[in-house]
Protein backbone atom coordinates (compact mmCIF):
# COMPACT_ATOMS: atom_id res chain seq x y z
CA UNK A 1 0.00 0.00 0.00
CA UNK A 2 0.96 3.11 -0.85
CA UNK A 3 1.33 5.29 2.18
CA UNK A 4 3.23 7.84 4.15
CA UNK A 5 3.12 8.24 7.79
CA UNK A 6 4.21 11.47 10.31
CA UNK A 7 5.34 10.92 13.94
CA UNK A 8 6.94 13.10 16.14
CA UNK A 9 4.52 15.91 17.04
CA UNK A 10 3.68 17.19 20.09
CA UNK A 11 3.25 20.16 22.89
CA UNK A 12 6.47 21.99 22.67
CA UNK A 13 7.33 25.79 24.49
CA UNK A 14 7.60 29.18 22.41
CA UNK A 15 11.53 29.33 21.25
CA UNK A 16 11.48 25.56 21.33
CA UNK A 17 12.40 22.69 18.76
CA UNK A 18 10.61 19.78 17.38
CA UNK A 19 11.58 17.24 14.45
CA UNK A 20 9.04 15.94 12.39
CA UNK A 21 9.40 12.39 11.18
CA UNK A 22 7.22 11.32 7.45
CA UNK A 23 7.93 7.46 6.76
CA UNK A 24 7.16 6.67 3.30
CA UNK A 25 6.33 2.78 2.08
CA UNK A 26 4.97 1.38 -0.97
CA UNK A 27 6.83 3.57 -3.74
CA UNK A 28 9.80 4.30 -4.99
CA UNK A 29 10.61 7.05 -2.40
CA UNK A 30 13.91 8.32 -4.36
CA UNK A 31 11.83 9.28 -7.47
CA UNK A 32 9.32 11.93 -5.83
CA UNK A 33 9.63 14.94 -4.12
CA UNK A 34 8.46 15.24 -0.64
CA UNK A 35 6.75 17.99 0.85
CA UNK A 36 4.98 19.47 4.08
CA UNK A 37 1.56 21.34 4.47
CA UNK A 38 0.17 22.59 7.54
CA UNK A 39 -3.45 23.30 8.72
CA UNK A 40 -3.85 25.43 11.52
CA UNK A 41 -6.83 24.80 13.75
CA UNK A 42 -10.10 25.75 11.80
CA UNK A 43 -7.97 26.82 9.46
CA UNK A 44 -7.51 26.37 5.37
CA UNK A 45 -3.92 24.52 3.95
CA UNK A 46 -0.57 26.06 4.03
CA UNK A 47 2.15 24.80 2.73
CA UNK A 48 5.27 24.80 4.14
CA UNK A 49 8.27 23.04 2.42
CA UNK A 50 9.37 20.83 -0.35
CA UNK A 51 12.47 19.04 -0.91
CA UNK A 52 13.07 17.23 -4.93
CA UNK A 53 13.81 13.57 -5.28
CA UNK A 54 17.40 14.22 -4.75
CA UNK A 55 17.25 17.18 -2.43
CA UNK A 56 18.83 19.72 -5.27
CA UNK A 57 16.09 21.76 -4.87
CA UNK A 58 14.13 23.31 -1.72
CA UNK A 59 11.64 25.47 -1.04
CA UNK A 60 10.20 27.11 2.19
CA UNK A 61 7.82 29.41 2.75
CA UNK A 62 8.30 33.03 4.13
CA UNK A 63 6.54 32.41 7.09
CA UNK A 64 8.73 29.12 8.23
CA UNK A 65 11.94 30.37 6.45
CA UNK A 66 15.29 30.23 8.77
CA UNK A 67 13.60 28.43 11.37
CA UNK A 68 12.70 25.09 9.53
CA UNK A 69 14.69 23.06 7.48
CA UNK A 70 13.41 19.88 5.47
CA UNK A 71 15.88 16.93 4.70
CA UNK A 72 15.35 13.75 3.36
CA UNK A 73 17.03 10.15 3.52
CA UNK A 74 16.26 8.17 0.26
CA UNK A 75 17.99 5.27 2.40
CA UNK A 76 15.41 4.82 4.74
CA UNK A 77 12.41 6.31 2.44
CA UNK A 78 12.24 9.21 4.90
CA UNK A 79 11.70 12.98 5.24
CA UNK A 80 12.09 15.30 7.79
CA UNK A 81 11.25 19.13 9.20
CA UNK A 82 13.55 20.27 11.34
CA UNK A 83 11.29 22.95 13.49
CA UNK A 84 13.17 25.55 15.80
CA UNK A 85 12.49 29.31 17.95
CA UNK A 86 8.71 27.60 16.86
CA UNK A 87 6.03 30.39 17.81
CA UNK A 88 2.24 30.30 18.88
CA UNK A 89 1.37 30.67 15.17
CA UNK A 90 3.41 27.22 14.30
CA UNK A 91 0.77 25.46 15.85
CA UNK A 92 -0.77 23.20 13.28
CA UNK A 93 -1.67 19.78 12.15
CA UNK A 94 1.40 18.83 9.85
CA UNK A 95 0.90 16.78 6.93
CA UNK A 96 3.72 15.27 4.77
CA UNK A 97 2.50 15.06 0.92
CA UNK A 98 3.91 12.94 -2.09
CA UNK A 99 4.67 15.70 -5.15
CA UNK A 100 2.62 14.44 -7.75
CA UNK A 101 4.41 16.71 -10.35
CA UNK A 102 7.66 18.11 -11.30
CA UNK A 103 10.22 20.12 -9.05
CA UNK A 104 12.90 22.15 -10.79
CA UNK A 105 15.53 25.15 -9.86
CA UNK A 106 12.83 27.62 -10.16
CA UNK A 107 9.61 26.01 -8.92
CA UNK A 108 7.49 22.89 -7.75
CA UNK A 109 4.50 21.67 -9.25
CA UNK A 110 1.65 22.09 -5.78
CA UNK A 111 0.16 18.91 -6.75
CA UNK A 112 0.09 16.59 -4.04
CA UNK A 113 -1.50 13.37 -4.09
CA UNK A 114 -0.33 11.00 -1.40
CA UNK A 115 -1.21 12.78 2.13
CA UNK A 116 -0.69 11.28 5.42
CA UNK A 117 -3.15 11.73 8.26
CA UNK A 118 -0.47 14.37 9.63
CA UNK A 119 1.00 15.04 13.46
CA UNK A 120 0.19 17.83 15.37
CA UNK A 121 1.81 20.51 17.14
CA UNK A 122 1.35 22.82 19.79
CA UNK A 123 3.28 25.87 20.39
CA UNK A 124 2.44 26.83 24.02
CA UNK A 125 3.46 27.97 27.42
CA UNK B 1 -5.36 36.38 3.18
CA UNK B 2 -4.61 34.05 0.59
CA UNK B 3 -2.87 34.97 -3.16
CA UNK B 4 -5.51 32.49 -4.21
CA UNK B 5 -9.09 34.16 -4.51
CA UNK B 6 -11.75 31.11 -3.58
CA UNK B 7 -15.60 32.12 -2.31
CA UNK B 8 -15.96 30.99 1.54
CA UNK B 9 -19.14 29.20 0.66
CA UNK B 10 -21.09 27.39 -2.09
CA UNK B 11 -24.30 25.21 -2.29
CA UNK B 12 -26.44 22.78 -4.24
CA UNK B 13 -28.81 20.79 -4.12
CA UNK B 14 -28.56 16.61 -4.98
CA UNK B 15 -28.00 16.33 -9.08
CA UNK B 16 -27.34 19.85 -9.70
CA UNK B 17 -23.88 20.98 -11.44
CA UNK B 18 -21.71 23.78 -8.45
CA UNK B 19 -18.80 25.21 -9.93
CA UNK B 20 -16.33 27.18 -7.52
CA UNK B 21 -13.67 29.57 -8.49
CA UNK B 22 -10.12 30.62 -7.38
CA UNK B 23 -8.21 33.45 -8.57
CA UNK B 24 -5.42 35.09 -9.17
CA UNK B 25 -2.69 36.55 -10.58
CA UNK B 26 -0.12 36.60 -13.62
CA UNK B 27 2.67 35.11 -10.71
CA UNK B 28 0.60 32.26 -10.00
CA UNK B 29 -2.12 31.09 -12.01
CA UNK B 30 -1.55 32.66 -14.97
CA UNK B 31 1.98 30.83 -14.76
CA UNK B 32 1.64 27.39 -13.59
CA UNK B 33 -0.59 24.41 -13.59
CA UNK B 34 -3.58 24.23 -10.73
CA UNK B 35 -4.41 21.92 -8.22
CA UNK B 36 -7.81 21.03 -6.64
CA UNK B 37 -8.25 19.01 -3.47
CA UNK B 38 -10.88 18.04 -1.35
CA UNK B 39 -11.06 17.58 2.19
CA UNK B 40 -13.91 16.02 4.14
CA UNK B 41 -14.18 16.50 7.86
CA UNK B 42 -11.30 15.43 9.75
CA UNK B 43 -9.58 13.81 7.17
CA UNK B 44 -6.70 14.31 4.87
CA UNK B 45 -6.61 16.62 1.60
CA UNK B 46 -7.52 14.34 -1.52
CA UNK B 47 -5.92 15.89 -4.83
CA UNK B 48 -8.84 15.48 -7.30
CA UNK B 49 -7.04 17.77 -10.24
CA UNK B 50 -3.71 18.23 -11.36
CA UNK B 51 -2.45 20.46 -14.06
CA UNK B 52 -5.46 22.17 -14.45
CA UNK B 53 -7.65 19.42 -15.35
CA UNK B 54 -6.31 16.35 -15.17
CA UNK B 55 -8.23 13.69 -12.61
CA UNK B 56 -5.74 10.84 -10.38
CA UNK B 57 -7.26 7.69 -11.56
CA UNK B 58 -9.95 6.68 -8.74
CA UNK B 59 -11.86 10.20 -9.05
CA UNK B 60 -15.07 10.31 -10.14
CA UNK B 61 -15.36 12.21 -13.99
CA UNK B 62 -18.24 14.21 -12.24
CA UNK B 63 -14.89 16.24 -10.90
CA UNK B 64 -13.45 18.49 -13.70
CA UNK B 65 -11.32 21.39 -13.75
CA UNK B 66 -10.36 24.11 -15.94
CA UNK B 67 -7.85 27.17 -16.51
CA UNK B 68 -8.07 30.75 -18.75
CA UNK B 69 -5.98 33.70 -17.65
CA UNK B 70 -5.08 33.99 -13.71
CA UNK B 71 -8.44 32.38 -13.10
CA UNK B 72 -9.37 28.32 -13.04
CA UNK B 73 -12.77 26.52 -11.60
CA UNK B 74 -13.47 23.19 -10.24
CA UNK B 75 -16.81 21.78 -11.22
CA UNK B 76 -18.80 19.29 -9.56
CA UNK B 77 -21.95 17.81 -11.68
CA UNK B 78 -24.26 15.23 -10.48
CA UNK B 79 -23.70 16.61 -6.98
CA UNK B 80 -23.94 13.98 -3.62
CA UNK B 81 -24.38 14.86 -0.27
CA UNK B 82 -21.41 12.98 -0.07
CA UNK B 83 -19.51 15.49 -1.94
CA UNK B 84 -19.66 17.83 1.11
CA UNK B 85 -16.58 19.13 1.85
CA UNK B 86 -13.51 21.94 1.87
CA UNK B 87 -12.44 22.19 -1.44
CA UNK B 88 -9.20 24.12 -2.04
CA UNK B 89 -6.96 25.35 -4.97
CA UNK B 90 -3.43 25.73 -5.33
CA UNK B 91 -0.35 26.09 -7.54
CA UNK B 92 3.11 27.72 -7.45
CA UNK B 93 4.07 31.34 -6.76
CA UNK B 94 7.39 32.43 -8.63
CA UNK B 95 6.87 36.34 -6.70
CA UNK B 96 7.22 33.75 -3.44
CA UNK B 97 8.42 31.22 -4.52
CA UNK B 98 6.32 28.84 -2.99
CA UNK B 99 3.26 26.69 -3.08
CA UNK B 100 -0.21 28.64 -2.57
CA UNK B 101 -3.58 27.40 -1.69
CA UNK B 102 -6.70 29.37 -2.20
CA UNK B 103 -8.14 30.13 1.01
CA UNK B 104 -10.84 27.05 0.75
CA UNK B 105 -14.68 27.10 -0.27
CA UNK B 106 -16.82 24.79 2.26
CA UNK B 107 -19.45 23.04 -0.44
CA UNK B 108 -22.77 22.38 1.27
CA UNK B 109 -24.91 20.02 -0.44
CA UNK B 110 -28.85 21.23 0.76
Known amino acids: EVQVVESGGGLVKPGGSLRLSCAASGFTFNTYTMNWVRQAPGKGLEWVSSISSSSSYIYYADSVKGRITISRDNANNSVYLQMNSLRAEDTALYYC??????????????????WGQGTMVTVSS | QSVLTQPPSASGTPGQRVTISCSGS????????VSWYQQLPRTAPKLLIYRNNQRPSGVPDRFSGSKSGTSASLAISGLRSEDEADYYCATWDDSLSGVVFGGGTKLTVL
Open chain 1, 97 to 114: ARGAGYCSSTSCEGAFDI
Open chain 2, 26 to 33: SSNIGSDF
